[in-house]
Structure formats: structure tokens, C-alpha cells
């Protein structure tokens, strides 16, 4: 069975951090690019960031760079987005996603339940 397994979300000031993790299990988590989409109240998905499926490439929404970084451990299955400066808008159920490239027009891809991320202000 194919588990991603969100984990770190809470409740944090203005200014502060906090590190998600998301545990995969159930597939071969290395031939897997890995990403963070988040969903804000009301509002649509919303693409953070992603890892290449060895972790030598990151890429990352304007809105979050320079203050999110993302890195996955492959002995451990598991990726991680740490999470800086954060801001009222940053506050979002925050998924972890995984995708393979099948070929032309056929992916595989999971997604994570979701962790619920809030920023007072």
C-alpha cells in the first residue's frame, strides 16, 4: 500500500519556522520526484517546491524562496521542507506529492493527507 505520511504542521508567530516531514512507504520512493503543494482557505493548490528524485535539483515558488528549503534523506524515505520566516499567507494545509515520468502523457503520482499549517499574526 502506498503511504505519504505528513508530519510537523502546527501553529506559529509571525516570523517563525517550523519543519514538515513526509514519510513514504510502499513504492520506490528514489525514482520519485518530490514536491509540497499547499492549499490556502478557500483558495485553489498552490505549488511550493520540489526535489529531484536524487536531491541535486530544488526548485521553489517565488513566494517561498529564500526563506523554504527542501531536501529529501532516500535511505530514510522521507522528505522534508524546512520552513523560515513565515507569514500569515504562508498558513495552508500543506500536502506532499510524488511523480514519476512513465513516458509521453503517463505519470505516477501519490499524494500525502495533508498537514495543516497556521501563521498568526
Known amino acids: 500500500e502506498v503511504q505519504l505520511v505528513e508530519s510537523g504542521g502546527g501553529l506559529v508567530q509571525y516570523g517563525g519556522s517550523l519543519s514538515l516531514s513526509c514519510a513514504a512507504s510502499?513504492?520506490?520512493?528514489?525514482?520519485?520526484?518530490m514536491s509540497w503543494v499547499r492549499q490556502a482557505p478557500g483558495k485553489g493548490l498552490e505549488w511550493v517546491s520540489a526535489?529531484?528524485?536524487?536531491?541535486?535539483?530544488?526548485y521553489y515558488n517565488e513566494s517561498v524562496k529564500g526563506r523554504f528549503t527542501i531536501s529529501r534523506d532516500n535511505a530514510k524515505n522521507t522528505v522534508y521542507l524546512q520552513m523560515n520566516s513565515l507569514k500569515p499567507e504562508d498558513t495552508a494545509v500543506y500536502y506532499c506529492?510524488?511523480?514519476?515520468?512513465?513516458?509521453?502523457?503517463?505519470?505516477?503520482?501519490?499524494w500525502g493527507q495533508g498537514t495543516q499549517v497556521t501563521v498568526s499574526s
Open positions: 506529492y510524488a511523480e514519476r515520468f512513465v513516458r509521453a502523457g503517463v505519470i505516477n503520482n501519490y
Open positions: 510502499g513504492f520506490r520512493f528514489d525514482d520519485y520526484a
Open positions: 526535489v529531484s528524485w536524487n536531491g541535486g535539483l530544488t
